[in-house]
C-alpha cells in the first residue's frame, strides 16, 4: 500500500490546517490508520489512531481538544483536523496503516504499522 500525507503549511499559532492520508490505487477501509510526526533529533511521536469502523479512535494527550481524526464516508480517505495549533507542533507529520481483522482495533505505537507514507511538513509560527 502505498500512501500519500497531504495539507501541511505553514501557519500561525492558534490556526488551524487539515491533513489527508489517501492509498494509491486503493481505499483504506481495510485498514487502521495512524498519524505520527517527527522533529529532526527526536523519535517519531504517536498522534493519533483510527479504527476500521471509523468510530474507535486514540490520541496523543497534547493533542486531544485540538485534533480531530476521521475517515471519509467511503473510508477510502483519512484526515487529521489540527485546531489551534502551536509553535510546538511543528514538525513532519506521517501517516501510517496496518491492516488488522477486528474493525474496532486502534494502533499507538509505529511497530504495530507495515505502510508508511512520506510526509507532510506542518509549520507553526508564533
Known amino acids: 500500500v502505498q500512501l500519500q500525507a497531504s495539507g501541511g503549511g505553514l501557519v500561525q499559532a492558534g490556526g488551524s490546517l487539515r491533513l489527508s492520508c489517501a492509498a494509491s490505487?486503493?481505499?483504506?477501509?481495510?485498514?487502521?490508520v495512524g498519524w505520527f510526526r517527527q522533529v529532526p533529533g527526536k523519535e517519531r511521536e504517536f498522534i493519533a489512531s483510527?479504527?476500521?469502523?471509523?468510530?474507535?479512535?486514540d490520541y496523543t494527550d497534547s493533542v486531544k481538544g485540538r485534533f480531530s481524526i476521521s475517515r471519509t464516508y467511503d473510508k477510502s480517505t483519512v484526515h487529521l483536523q489540527m485546531n489551534n495549533l502551536e509553535p510546538d507542533d511543528t514538525a513532519v507529520y506521517l501517516c501510517a496503516a496496518a491492516w488488522r481483522t477486528h474493525s474496532n482495533v486502534v494502533l499507538t505505537t509505529t511497530g504495530s504499522y507495515t505502510f508508511w507514507g512520506q510526509g507532510t511538513l506542518v509549520t507553526v509560527s508564533s
Open positions: 490505487g486503493r481505499t483504506l477501509r481495510d485498514y487502521v
Open positions: 483510527i479504527a476500521r469502523n471509523g468510530v474507535h479512535k
